[in-house]
């Protein structure tokens, strides 16, 4: 397989995704999810807060990452690169089931501590509760965009690809309609068809409604979401100079920016939903908040404030999982505290951070310094040039 040498590359795409990946690990692992700042909680339903743009800005960036990445064969469809295509969508899927999977035994095990039980019982009935494992999520959500898309770049011409953007987003917003889709309820065609497809006790369930906000037809829009970051991806590298760069990103950002906002009076942006305006917008948001940083790092070359997130996304994949399983471990190993049993999170939050700094002060520090802790493992990563890809 013919491979192209691309020497183009942009810190400032590093440094973006490394951003989001910070900005995901902050906004999952408060102290305590009842005292969380406004602008680091998602939108209860229509709506847009900061923290309901990090998902989205990574996703915008996995588009242009998987052009960049196919460049190299020349966007070939032949059997090694629908390989590597089908491989790396599978474990990236499993791995996040194995996420769930993970924290549903520990929930599960602390749920049968009321039964008598001997300890390898309760182990074994925990680590085999398959019939209540959450099948989507995040992981799973980026394992099938990448994989629809990588698989949609080798197969058609790319001039084509605007067309199936917005052919998707417009057939999405077709069935929103009809399916009473933008009401929060389980009469809502996305919860209709996950209930149908992967029933409610593999289901995330928001506010007593088994509702999936990575459900199965809302991975329709989420593909769309990660073509155009594909296509913005060809847009780079087909360009040299960093100020063109620039002002086809701002371009770019400019037209969907206002694109989402003005027809969210009659779609309204909302993440739940993956909403078609919801993807205009946060791409339109992403493109030109990665055409400012190109700006600042790439053609100003001021990079010293950049080092911390670089650490972040040179592995994003693998600190997201490794942060995921730390949080799990944090939340579910017990110790002694005053002769009761308390997570290790709950001890650091409960007793040094929320006495001191308050309750939601408290809970946010808590969350930065679960952050600093993965970026030193990141850092180190980084500083041996260790890069794990998943």
């Known amino acids: ?128 509760n398959f019939e209540n494992i959450r099948i989507l999520g995040v992981l799973q959500r980026l394992a099938l965009s990448y994989g629809a898309t990588a698989i949609i770049a080798i197969l058609v011409k790319h001039k084509y690809i605007p067309y199936i953007i917005v052919g998707s987003l417009l057939g999405y917003f077709v069935l929103l309609v009809m399916g009473n889709g933008f009401e929060f309820s389980e009469q809502n065609i996305i919860s209709v068809v996950d209930r149908a497809v992967l029933g409610v006790n593999h289901m995330y369930t928001d506010s007593g409604l088994h509702f999936e906000p ?29 100020h063109e760069r620039i002002q086809h990103l701002f371009i770019m950002g400019a037209i969907l920016t206002f694109a989402g906002f003005l027809l969210s009076y009659g779609c309204p942006i909302n993440k739940k939903i993956w909403s078609p305006t919801f993807v205009l917008t946060t791409c339109g948001l992403a493109s030109t908040f990665l055409a400012l940083l190109v700006w600042i790092i790439d053609v100003k070359g001021h990079k010293r404030w950049s080092r911390f997130f670089e650490s972040f996304g040179v592995n994003p994949l693998f600190i997201y999982v490794a942060a995921a399983v730390l949080s799990i471990l944090i939340g579910n190993i017990f110790i002694m505290n005053a002769g009761e049993p308390v997570s290790i999170k709950g001890f650091i939050y409960g007793v040094y951070l929320q006495p001191y700094l308050g309750d939601y002060f408290g809970s946010f520090v808590y969350a930065a310094l679960f952050v600093a802790l993965n970026w030193v493992i990141g850092s180190v990563l980084y500083k041996k040039q260790i890069y794990i890809k998943i």
């Open 1 to 128: 397989m013919a491979q192209v040498q691309v020497n183009s590359r942009l810190l400032s795409l590093d440094v973006l995704r490394g951003i989001t990946i910070a900005g995901m690990i902050l906004v999952n692992n408060p102290g305590s999810w009842a005292s969380i700042y406004a602008p680091l909680g998602h939108a209860a339903w229509n709506g847009l807060t900061p923290t309901d743009l990090v998902f989205p800005f990574f996703m915008f960036i996995m588009g242009i990452s998987t052009f960049i990445s196919l460049r190299k064969f020349n966007f070939e469809w032949n059997g090694a690169t629908l390989y590597k295509i089908l491989k790396r969508t599978f474990l990236i899927f499993v791995i996040g089931m194995g996420i769930g999977w993970l924290s549903l035994s520990f929930r599960t095990f602390r749920s049968l501590e009321t039964e008598e039980l001997g300890f390898l019982e309760r182990f074994f009935r925990a680590i085999k």
């Open 214 to 242: 990575e459900g199965l037809l809302s991975t329709l829009p989420s593909i769309a979401h990660v073509l155009i970051g594909f296509y913005a991806g060809k847009m780079l590298m087909q360009t040299k100079d960093n």
